[in-house]
């Protein structure tokens, strides 16, 4: 599963084979100069967040260092399939250009997070305990649930993007990845685990209060930089929404477990993507505060 284990995930969300993963196990802390210290964290948030195979360096990672930089890396993301879907709108269809925008940020994030949001569709409606649903959350296999919440997902993503001009698209897909991991990080921070072990116990054990912090706010800072004061608003829907998935683990299976970090992030980067085309069609200004 994707956020259970540092060292393998699913290859892709419709079938029950793994690929690996780089491996990456909790490190010392780091003894080195602050700098070099932050480029550990950077290079650990790229390697688990990404397929991008970037060296880590010869104390290993460190996964609490990382956090701090998951909006940063979720702006990358954004750029990139934000590039993809503003140069393509210029030379194909809306629909075309939104479909391989996405399409990009999934090959180069490897489907991370909408593995998760296919587990905890599966999992939360779908059983009546809780053993039954944290044993549905291991099962590699896709349920009916799951596909669902992956179309539901995808479409409206893809249709977002096709709403938007290349300006819009390009600002909007930065913040939205921003953001939305700065919305995941808020309830790997402020959710108890539901397990006693796993990937998200390992980084509470390492993730300090003010990477914490610093973590949440990124997101939305980067949001108003590349959206104006719109990006306060699409933070805030973003954060309830994300909120609302952790109601959900903290109600189904007793606390957050990592699938639902995932898909926290998966309904947070949509809630963006939505509340974002609301502001446009009201006439409200979205766009470069500097």
Known sequence: MPWS???YQKSSALCSTTVPRRPLAPAEPCTARPVSCMMVGLRTAVVFLTRLRVGVGPQGPNMGASVPWFPVVGAGIGAVSGAIAAGLLHVTTPLIAGALAVGATLLLTGAFHHDGLADIADAFPGAMTVDRR?????DSRLGTFGVAALTVALVTQISAIASFGPRHAFVILIASHAVARSAAVMLMASVKPARSSGLGVDYLAELTRVRAIVAMLAGPVIAIVVLGWSGLMVSAAAFAAAAIVGWLSVNKVGGIVGD?????????EVTVLVVATILIRQGVDVGLLL
Do not use: W
Not at 260 to 268: I, M, P
């Open 134 to 138: 944290l044993e549905i959350l291991k």
């Open 260 to 268: 639902a970090l995932g898909g926290a992030e998966q309904v947070a």
């Open 5 to 7: 284990t540092f060292g």
